[in-house]
Each structure stands twice: as C-alpha cells, then as structure tokens.
T-cell receptor
Framework: AQSVTQPDIHITVSEGASLELRCNYSYGATPYLFWYVQSPGQGLQLLLKYFSGDTLVQGIKGFEAEFKRSQSSFNLRKPSVHWSDAAEYFCAVGALRTNAGKSTFGDGTTLTVKP | NAGVTQTPKFQVLKTGQSMTLQCAQDMNHEYMSWYRQDPGMGLRLIHYSVGAGITDQGEVPNGYNVSRSTTEDFPLRLLSAAPSQTSVYFC?????????????FGPGTRLTVL
C-alpha cells in the first residue's frame, strides 16, 4: 500500500529565509508525487508534480522539489520565503491505474512566517 | 470557467439529521472524489467516481453515500449525521483516471454535527 509521511507538523521561518519541507513516501514502483498548498479557508492548489524525467522539478510561486529515489523523499524547497507563503502544505502520492488512480495525502505541514 | 464549486460553505446539523453536500465541476473531468480533512490527519478519501454511473469506496466511506448521474455533479449524502462527521469536506476532480493528472479542489464545506 502507498503511504506518505510529512515528519514536520509545524515549521516557523523568518521572512527571507530558505525553506525545506520534508516528504517521505512508501510505494512499490515509480511514484507520482505532488505538492499542494492550502491557504486558510481555501481548497488545495497544486504547486508542482513529478512522475518522470529530471528529478528536480520547478513549480509555481518559486517552489521546487527534488525526487530522491534512494531516500524515498520528495522535499519541497524555496530559497527565500515571503509572508504570503504562510499556509499548510501537503505532499501526495498517486497510484497506478490498477488502483483506480487513488491519491494518498500526507498529514500536512503548517508553515508560519515571522516578519 | 468556475472550476469545482461546493455548496454550502458552512452547515450545522443535529445528530441524526440528513443532508447532501453538493459538488459540481465544469471542466468535463471524468474523475471526481470526496475527501474529509481533520486536524493532524490530512485528507482522507471518502468516495470517488471514475465516470458517470460509476462510484466506489475510498478509505473512510461509512456513513456516506454518493451517486454520479452526470459528469458534472457528484453529491455526497449523509443519511444520519453523527458528531464524528464534524469535519471539512473537499470535493476534487481531475481529467482521466491517470494519477499523474492534477486534482482541482473546491473551496470546501465546513460541517459541524451537534
């Protein structure tokens, strides 16, 4: 069965500082990996996704993520955080067609940005 | 193009009452799903549909029913609400069954069951 772990429940960074949010997955084959962001009171929005090719993927809002198969990780990074990045971030893994394409989400990491 | 819409935004029910959460999408997406979001538990899949007339259970289906009579609509029914169903509910859609496609989420319905 597929699973996703986000080890950090809550992270606080200062505005302008760099950010890394961790995501570890468990899946038997090449996974389809996603990062979503949820602003307060809103639905989830896709930041970026990976399923093949270059292991460093670029997303919206200046975010990037690196797929490391050896570590089963897909960490999200941003070089300089803005106050508007304060939100909850979810990592997700997608299943193959044989599993009806179901996605599994991590429990989320809440990001607080200090001025 | 409204994307995924959900109604109502907020709802308070008493234990035992029934209600339907509405979800509609205008992107002609085959795949639709319902999630519930609880603090510290991420999103858990309730039910999903791979096309009109086809539905299946997700991770936490008990207490919920769904139907998919059209491509656009995917309502979620609570037949007899319980306090354990207090949660934020999200509807999502995506093009096709392939897991590599982005899911588009509605704004959510915040449900409280007293």
């Amino acid at each position: 069965a597929q699973s996703v772990t986000q080890p950090d429940i809550h992270i606080t960074v200062s505005e302008g500082a760099s950010l890394e949010l961790r995501c570890n997955y468990s899946y038997g084959a090449t996974p389809y990996l996603f990062w979503y962001v949820q602003s307060p009171g809103q639905g989830l929005q896709l930041l970026l996704k990976y399923f093949s090719g270059d292991t460093l993927v670029q997303g919206i809002k200046g975010f990037e993520a690196e797929f490391k198969r050896s570590q089963s990780s897909f960490n999200l990074r941003k070089p300089s955080v803005h106050w508007s990045d304060a939100a909850e971030y979810f990592c997700a893994v997608g299943a193959l067609r044989t599993n009806a394409g179901k996605s599994t989400f991590g429990d989320g990491t809440t990001l607080t940005v200090k001025p | 193009n409204a994307g995924v819409t959900q109604t109502p935004k907020f709802q308070v029910l008493k234990t035992g009452q029934s209600m339907t959460l509405q979800c509609a999408q205008d992107m002609n997406h085959e795949y639709m799903s319902w999630y519930r979001q609880d603090p510290g538990m991420g999103l858990r899949l309730i039910h999903y549909s791979v096309g009109a007339g086809i539905t299946d259970q997700g991770e936490v289906p008990n207490g919920y029913n769904v139907s998919r009579s059209t491509t656009e609509d995917f309502p979620l029914r609570l037949l007899s609400a319980a306090p354990s169903q207090t949660s934020v509910y999200f509807c999502a859609s995506r093009r096709g069954q392939g897991p590599y496609n982005e899911q588009f989420f509605g704004p959510g319905t915040r449900l409280t069951v007293l």
